[in-house]
């Protein structure tokens, strides 16, 4: 995210050193969550199914992005 400059569109990012336990758990969403603001204010940038599952368990959105695990061609 740094390379690419992500970082700058997001209050809060979770790592996998962040977190006690891993998606599909919700315990790093449960890190970033305030209840003063909506679910809808929370988006979930997946690549893999643990992801997506974690996300609906938290009742958040998610988006797929790919960019990052598409093969390159040789």
Known sequence: ????Q???FFENIITLE???LTKPN????????NSNNSK?????????ENDKIMAKNA?????KI???TRQQAP
């Not at 009742?59 to 988006?63: A, K």
Request: charged share 25%; glycine share 6%; aromatic share 28%.
């Open 6 to 8: 992500f970082e700058q």
């Open 1 to 4: 995210m740094q390379k690419e």
């Open 40 to 48: 809808r204010d929370y988006l979930m940038i997946w690549d893999s």
């Open 59 to 63: 009742g958040i959105d998610f988006f």
């Open 18 to 20: 962040s977190v006690l």
């Open 26 to 33: 919700t315990y790093g969403f449960s890190m970033i969550y």
């Open 66 to 68: 790919d960019y990052f």
